[in-house]
Nanobody
């Protein structure tokens, strides 16, 4: 089992910045990658960014490329999402997730409880 706890959400004006944190505990060594997803009111959950824990390769949704950056602190078992140039469309609940390899494919298996980000115009 892997437990994930997000923090850092809040209210920010358009153009501002926030940094989300995701602290992982439990069997973190079994994780393949960690990522961030978001869900806006009335919309489906969508992928935001991810990082492969071995090697550090990162991936981003087109909508956040150049504005968001995902990083990790292996010693602290923490993943961060630095969000810059925020837009009202970034308003959502943000969820941290951890994946494991199942039958050769990475599956997002563990989820945090979410942290709310509101960007005012």
């Amino acid at each position: 089992q892997v437990q994930l706890v997000e923090s850092g959400g809040g209210l920010v004006q358009a153009g501002g910045s926030l940094r989300l944190s995701c602290a992982a505990s439990g069997r973190t060594f079994s994780s393949h990658s960690m990522g961030w997803f978001r869900q806006a009111p009335g919309k489906a959950r969508e992928f935001v960014a991810s990082i492969i824990l071995s090697g550090g390769s990162t991936f981003y949704a087109d909508s956040v490329k150049g504005r968001f950056a995902i990083s990790r602190d292996s010693a602290q078992n923490t993943v961060y999402l630095q969000m810059n140039s925020l837009k009202p469309d970034d308003t959502a609940d943000y969820y941290c997730a951890a994946s494991q390899v199942v039958l050769g494919s990475a599956v997002w298996r563990y989820w945090g409880q979410g942290t709310q980000v509101t960007v005012s115009s």
